[in-house]
């Protein structure tokens, strides 16, 4: 089994920054991409932001240029610095680990986000 462990949420003002973290253990193997998904009350998850154990990274088109999602493979941590907070950036951060062909493999508890106008 995967565990994650989320850190890093809070209430900042829009502009502000915010660096989520994310610790990954257990068992590794499976695991080829982290990611970090959005969820606010009343819709599903969406995707922020993923990197690949490789390195490659992807983007949803309105976190581009702001948010920037990094990863120590020695800690089995990834992280998303988030720059430039607006208030719809707000809602519970969860991290995601994924295998092969994108399956789920673990999520993590999530952690709050709130950016105040």
């Known amino acids: 089994q995967v565990q994650l462990v989320e850190s890093g949420g809070g209430l900042v003002q829009a502009g502000g920054s915010l660096r989520l973290s994310c610790t990954a253990s257990?068992?590794?193997?499976?695991?080829?991409?982290l990611g970090w998904h959005r969820q606010v009350p009343g819709k599903e998850r969406e995707l922020v932001a993923v990197?690949?154990?490789?390195?490659?990274?992807r983007y949803t088109d309105d976190q581009k240029g702001r948010f920037a999602i990094s990863q120590n493979r020695a800690r089995n941590t990834v992280y998303l610095q988030m720059n430039n907070l607006k208030p719809e950036d707000t809602g519970v951060y969860y991290c995601?680990?994924?295998?092969?062909?994108?399956?789920?493999?673990?999520w993590g508890q999530g952690t709050q986000v709130t950016v105040s106008s």
């Open positions: 995601r680990a994924g295998g092969p062909g994108g399956a789920l493999v673990a």
């Open positions: 257990g068992k590794l193997g499976s695991v080829t991409a």
């Open positions: 990197i690949h154990t490789s390195g490659t990274t």
